[in-house]
């Protein structure tokens, strides 16, 4: 083997061991960045429409049942709630939805981030399900958690103000009080 194809090999060999670090510290359950600061990768696609795999393998068995809207005491989306699901789904497309799933709900709530200096990494990237549910949830505005609960599923992280956060959290305080959860012009997404 001549010299120049032992280097060349061995350049090529460096790459893929860096590469396979690289992969393999930046594809972790918890990928961190500048950008998303800790936050859990999104969901896989049929997480966001499970309701509508699930019709649509019965309906590939023959088992066609009526899909109705279950009765919570939480909040209900819309459009879900009036059986208007052509609002999101598309049978036509092969993920179901009319639109790719990080551009989706801001095909109706395009005032999310309108601008904003500043803006919660769920929201920059369209991760609506990060907080969210798409149909229906116990909680209010389609939350996966209670509202005092939900930020802590990705933001245990210590406090700046530590001090003051868990006095006002005693209180009865919740993290969206005073900070916007979408965006915001003030740092730390303040009111």
Known sequence: MSH????????LGTVAVAAGLF????????ATSLLFDGVPPPPPPEAYCSGWLADKERAARGDVAPVTAPVVKGSVHAPYKE??????????????????PNKLCFSCHDDVVNGSTFVHAPAAT????????PHDSSFSALLKAEKAEICLTCHGEKRLAGG?????????VVCSDCHDPHAGDNRYFLK
């Open 164 to 172: 003051l956060h868990g006095k006002v959290a005693a209180a009865g």
């Open 23 to 30: 992969l393999a510290a930046g594809c972790g359950p918890v």
């Open 126 to 133: 369209g991760d609506c399900l990060a907080c969210h549910r």
């Open 4 to 11: 120049i194809a032992r280097k060349v090999r061995q350049a």
């Open 83 to 100: 059986k208007r699901c052509t609002d999101c789904h598309d049978t036509g497309k092969q993920r179901g939805l009319i639109l790719p």
